[in-house]
């Protein structure tokens, strides 16, 4: 089945400092997605990622999706208290993409 | 905005007892989802379903089944509630694949705890 695998599992940071948290597939993708879940809540859409190559920024948050669309990385840069939560990203596969494979979740926790 | 509801928050149930978790969306999305979220796991997908009457399962459908009557309602069913089915249940819904649009909107989750 779809081998997906999202590093690292923790981060703990210090506010101020930067984050990434990266997805890899052991498959090419057609799309993928990113997820935000913050402690006791639901998980919420990011972004998707559809182009090889493409690089989306929201405010202090980059998205990148790999030129063979086989990975991903979310960099958040100076992270704030409101960033804490568990960032999951989500494959959208080639054969049917309606249907998500979700990594297993990188939970960041900051220090104020 | 998309509303996603589920039919509990919280819910403790006994082994071997049958268990209804509801989903209801506002927005006439084609595509629902039923996940379990375990920690360190993700989600993982139990089952889903493209359209009324239509289901397919996911990665983990062994001890559930699902019914879709109508396009705004999913139901998950746990026919003999084990243990091992304590879990988070989280519903989602998504517009069909045509619109390219794949973002899955979920619910709050149903927290079910079988004893």
């Known amino acids: 089945g779809q081998q997906v695998m999202q590093i690292p599992q923790y981060q703990h940071v210090q506010e101020g400092e930067d984050f990434t948290t990266y997805c890899n597939s052991s498959t090419t993708l057609s799309n993928i997605q990113w997820y935000k879940q913050r402690p006791g809540g639901h998980p919420v859409f990011l972004i998707q990622l559809v182009k090889s190559g493409e690089v989306k920024k929201q405010k202090r948050l980059t998205f990148q999706f790999g030129e063979a669309k086989k990975n991903s990385s979310l960099h958040i840069t100076a992270t704030q208290t409101t960033d804490v939560g568990t960032y999951f990203c989500?494959?959208?596969?080639?054969?049917?993409?309606?249907?998500?494979?979700f990594g297993q979740g990188t939970r960041l926790t900051i220090n104020p | 905005d998309v509303k996603v509801t589920q039919s509990s928050r919280y819910l403790v149930k006994r082994t071997g007892e049958k268990v209804f978790l509801e989903c209801v969306q506002d927005?006439?999305?084609?595509?629902m989802f039923w996940y379990r979220q375990d920690p360190g796991l993700g989600l993982r997908l139990i089952y889903f379903s493209y359209d009324v009457k239509m289901k397919e399962k996911g990665d983990i459908p062994e001890g559930y089944s699902v019914s879709r009557e109508k396009k705004e309602r999913f139901s998950l069913i746990l026919e003999s509630a084990s243990t091992n089915q304590t879990s988070m249940y989280l519903c989602?819904?998504?517009?069909?694949?045509?619109?390219?649009?794949?973002?899955?909107?979920f619910g709050p989750g149903t927290r079910l705890t079988v004893t």
């Open positions: 927005m006439d999305h084609e595509n």
């Open positions: 989500a494959l959208g596969l080639i054969q049917g993409a309606q249907k998500l494979v």
């Open positions: 989602a819904s998504s517009l069909r694949q045509y619109l390219r649009k794949y973002e899955q909107y």
